[in-house]
């Protein structure tokens, strides 16, 4: 019943743009923060951007920053990514993550794998 769906992955050339999408079900998620991890082959999973709940509070990974932009719409249970000027090292699968208040449950996508490749 609780679901994160991932949606807009894909192949893409360098300095080309994709936007991912999250939609959340299941759960009340506008109470929650939303962030988005991504894991290359053979490294580890790393945190790339976080919105609080009410998208006032904003964070990024240094080697996304300038480049790619978090927000969502509650109205829509969505969290999106938008990534501009890919770069060969931002291929990763992508995972949807929500957090409740206070961590006292977490939830997780399967994920969507981006490869950015010539």
């Known amino acids: 019943q609780v679901q994160l769906v991932e949606s807009g992955g894909g192949l893409v050339q360098p300095v080309g743009s994709l936007r991912l999408s999250c939609a959340a079900s299941?759960?009340?998620?506008?109470?929650?923060?939303m962030n988005w991890f991504r894991q290359a082959p053979g490294q580890e999973r790393e945190l790339v951007a976080g919105?609080?709940?009410?998208?006032?509070?904003?964070s990024y990974a240094d080697p996304v920053k300038g480049r790619f932009t978090i927000s969502r719409d509650n109205a829509k249970n969505t969290v999106y990514l938008q990534m501009n000027s890919l770069k060969p090292e931002d291929t990763a699968v992508y995972y949807c993550?929500?957090?409740?208040?206070?961590?006292?449950?977490?939830?997780w996508g399967k994920g969507t794998l981006v490869t950015v490749s010539s």
């Open positions: 993550n929500a957090v409740a208040p206070f961590r006292a449950r977490e939830y």
């Open positions: 299941g759960f009340p998620s506008s109470n929650y923060g």
């Open positions: 919105i609080s709940s009410a998208g006032g509070v904003i």
